[in-house]
């Protein structure tokens, strides 16, 4: 992989996987026979959006040209891009500004001691690029090897893919490894010239075959809470729940909550955990 990425190249592949998406049926075009490529050709595209043949082949070749906003948004309408998509289409056409570089301070004491006060519920803070901030004893327990003895930064992606117990932990392994790398993608979309993201992109490719290959696949999604099946170790799956909250003043930073079934806090650590995030996050939305 490149150092840093290309972002036409970049634009041209995402254009390319959401158009293969798209079949002429979904945009009331007749079947003409046998396909050589799945979903919409070129021309069929650009036809629907708008815009010379030419022009469109030229996005998906990554050549140096400027296409309107008007005209991705087209784009964004006939490829039934939703929300979270279009933007991305926007931010890889240079129609949204990246975010800055996160500045890698470390978090104040009263911050990275929140998931102490969540304990016995696993919780723990990570970074815009799933670098384990903060975390408590229960997050360690059900996430065994999440934090290792050597010189990097514990990292959720990393040991998702790469920690052969993840796919003891992750009952569901793959769909939850893929949504986890279309949020990673979203992320690293937003900050180009990160190098942290590079790195660990650059690892995963690697390391992990399946991570090779749904990334040419071109998912993104946003951070978002949900549930998951989980397995402690030697133990039955439960369904736990989980909510992410990100930090006010980094918010590219995230606590993330794990709550077995329909357990809650007890009241005092519900109280004492209240007390630090008060003024500090605010929920995902």
Do not use: C
Request: hydrophobic share 35%.
């Amino acid at each position: 992989m490149p150092k840093q990425p290309d972002r036409r190249q970049e634009l041209a592949a995402f254009l390319r996987s959401r158009r293969e998406r798209v079949t002429p049926d979904e945009v009331g075009l007749p079947q003409t026979g046998r396909r050589r490529t799945p979903g919409l050709r070129r021309e069929e595209l650009a036809l629907l959006a708008g815009i010379s043949a030419t022009w469109y082949t030229y996005l998906e070749q990554g050549r140096e040209i400027r296409a309107s906003e008007q005209v991705f948004e087209s784009l964004a309408s006939v490829l039934r891009l939703n929300r979270h998509e279009r933007g991305h289409l926007l931010q890889l056409a240079g129609h949204a500004p990246p975010a800055e570089a996160e500045a890698s301070e470390p978090l104040t004491p009263e911050v990275a001691a929140v998931p102490l006060l969540l304990q016995p519920h696993p919780a723990y803070i990570i970074d815009g690029n799933y670098d384990v901030l903060s975390h408590n004893r229960a997050a360690d327990q059900l996430f065994p090897n999440l934090i290792t003895e050597d010189d990097r930064p514990a990292n959720f992606v990393r040991w998702v893919f790469l920690e052969p117990v993840a796919r003891d932990v992750l009952v569901d392994w793959e769909p939850e490894a893929r949504g986890l790398l279309a949020r990673l993608r979203t992320l690293a979309g937003r900050h180009p010239t990160d190098p942290r993201y590079t790195r660990l992109i650059e690892e995963l490719h690697e390391g992990s075959p399946q991570a090779r290959a749904w990334w040419a696949q071109y998912e993104v999604q946003p951070r978002h809470s949900g549930r998951k099946r989980l397995r402690h170790p030697g133990r039955e799956p439960v369904d736990y729940t989980y909510t992410a909250f990100h930090l006010a003043e980094q918010p590219e930073q995230t606590l993330v909550i794990y709550l077995a079934g329909g357990t809650e806090p007890a009241e005092g650590t519900r109280a004492s955990a209240a007390a630090a995030l008060m003024g500090t996050v605010h929920p995902s939305a």
